[in-house]
């Protein structure tokens, strides 16, 4: 027996016209040098209209991708609506991205058009004469020359366009948004996620048990539109009616805590090395307030227990963890607490990783490929599927990550029988210490719960007799003291013995990755050089 059911492809389009139709008034914020800018979805939805009929004018084709080099803006918010909506491809490029691996996603994607803001022409000009597939740059915002070489003004092309394009009937299994990797091993690589996945992880973003995002939500995007949709946070404001506030390049704690003081957002979404930065400020800010906020998703990384707590304890806000990556587009589990869970036990709940979606599946898997129990102890690699999942990444063959219609994560830990998973490790930065695993994320947010500690992250150096041992880099907080025997003292009544580092560096920074995670190969190569003041303790 078959359906009588009506069969719509799930198509952006539709999505934006429900943003425009129902929650036409709604608002987006833009933060500049000079103030904040204010447009309704009704503005941006127009807008969106009269660039896709600019581009149509400059040639761009169903399928055709349109890169964009962005602060997170209007103008970007716009694009991100537009591109897709007319059946092409937006590709976010990472503005942090090393000038090779942007010339080579800019290629290998091939771009035929750039969207670029004005104030991000410098880094663009570096790799220009290198753009093998670009044939138009527009430039958003005003300028008086630049080393691009010929260039497209983005106000006047919307300006000789009227609203009113016709958007086109569309595949739901169309691309629609194609974002690479940060290239952390090898060449980055691309994904490209469809209408339908895109319209199905809006609909989850909004569901109580994920993210939960909704009419009455104002949302302060600190996550970088170039990075994984934004989270998915653009299309799920038009779904929903939630209200967007785009910081631009203003993503330092000072400027944060002001925004968030006179913003008012209700969420904010970022990374957790922005959110310790957050706290930094706060701290000698007497007008800090996060009053307003009734939730924090932080993601990207592990999120340390002392950050909640200084959240929870500070400012009574709550702060959630998120988990996912570039192949899950990213929602795949939200640390929720179970309901019933005594208030003084919602902590032990909010430090894990995450607890898996609805419309994501999760697994386990020895070496071998077994599946193993998810019995919150037993570790071994996450692998995951799902309708916002990725199947394979962009001109480029990886089987060592497909099989069996499953993504192999590279991230290790384990998964109960609730469906809450653990992060130990990834697979690249796990310790191997004679024949047993020590978890370097574990060791980091032990070490960053002493109050001497502003960050700490944890490589695995080379050992004669235990193969490897962790190496702990600690950058302290301004005005704060604290030695090697005194960290190694406090980490040594928190876990176990042979898990406790002997050795022990102090620098002034940790290097970031291009999405603003621990960059631990740059730490690894460093060490190898000689170039980290290394402590041991023998004692």
């Not at 909010?350 to 609805?358: E, K, L, M, P, S």
Request: charged share 20%.
């Amino acid at each position: 027996m078959r359906s009588t059911m009506q069969d719509a492809p799930l198509l952006i389009r539709d999505i934006v016209r429900h943003g425009e139709w129902l929650y036409a008034n709604k608002r987006v914020f833009t933060v500049t040098p000079t103030g904040v800018q204010e447009a309704t979805f009704r503005d941006v939805s127009r807008r969106a209209e009269q660039l896709a009929a600019a581009l149509t004018r400059l040639g761009v084709k169903p399928g055709d991708r349109v890169g964009s080099f962005m602060w997170n803006n209007q103008a970007h918010m716009e694009a991100y609506l537009a591109v897709p909506t007319m059946g092409a491809v937006l590709h976010t490029l990472n503005i942090r991205l090393f000038p090779e691996h942007l010339t080579y996603v800019v290629n290998h994607g091939g771009d035929r058009v750039l969207i670029v803001d004005a104030s991000l022409i410098p880094l663009l000009a570096k790799v220009r004469s290198q753009l093998t597939t670009v044939e138009h740059i527009i430039v958003n915002g005003p300028t008086e020359s630049t080393d691009l070489g010929p260039v497209l003004d983005y106000e006047t092309l919307l300006a000789a366009e009227e609203p009113g394009f016709a958007w086109p009937d569309l595949d739901e299994r169309d691309g629609a948004i194609m974002c690479y990797t940060s290239g952390t091993t090898g060449q980055p690589k691309g994904v490209v996620y469809s209408h339908r996945s895109t319209w199905l992880h809006s609909l989850a973003s909004t569901t109580a048990n994920s993210i939960g995002l909704c009419e009455k939500d104002r949302c302060l995007l600190i996550v970088p539109m170039f990075h994984v949709n934004a989270w998915g946070a653009i299309f799920s404001a038009f779904f929903a009616g939630m209200e967007l506030i785009m910081p631009q390049m203003f993503l330092q704690g000072e400027p944060l805590v002001r925004i968030i003081r006179e913003l008012r957002p209700t969420v904010s979404l970022g990374v957790p090395t922005v959110w310790n930065d957050v706290l930094r400020a706060a701290e000698s800010d007497a007008e800090a307030d996060f009053t307003s906020l009734r939730g924090i998703l932080a993601g990207g990384s592990a999120v340390p227990r002392s950050m909640i707590e200084a959240f929870r304890d500070r400012y009574g806000r709550t702060v959630v963890q998120g988990w996912g990556m570039t192949e899950t587009s990213p929602l795949a589990a939200v640390a929720i607490p179970p309901a019933g869970t005594p208030p003084e036990k919602e902590i032990d709940y909010q430090v894990r990783t995450g607890r898996v979606v609805a419309g994501v599946d999760m697994r386990i898997t020895d070496d071998d490929g077994s599946v193993l129990p998810n019995d919150g102890h037993t570790v071994g690699e996450f692998e995951i599927r799902g309708p916002w999942i990725a199947a394979s990444y962009y001109g480029v063959d990886a089987p060592e990550r497909f099989h069996d219609g499953w993504l192999r994560t590279g991230d290790i830990g384990s998964l109960d029988a609730e469906g809450f998973m653990v992060i130990s490790d990834r697979t690249k930065d796990v310790i191997k210490s004679g024949g047993e695993w020590i978890s370097s994320v574990e060791l980091e947010n032990t070490v960053m719960a002493h109050p001497a500690v502003f960050e700490a992250a944890v490589i695995a150096v080379p050992d004669d007799k235990w193969q490897e041992r962790p190496l702990c880099c600690v950058v302290l907080r301004p005005d704060a003291t604290a030695t090697a025997e005194e960290l190694r003292a406090f980490v040594a009544e928190r876990v176990v013995r042979w898990w406790v580092p002997e050795h022990w560096t102090f620098v002034e920074e940790i290097p970031r990755t291009s999405v603003g995670k621990f960059d631990k190969k740059v730490l690894r190569a460093q060490f190898a050089a000689g170039a980290l003041a290394v402590t041991t303790l023998t004692s």
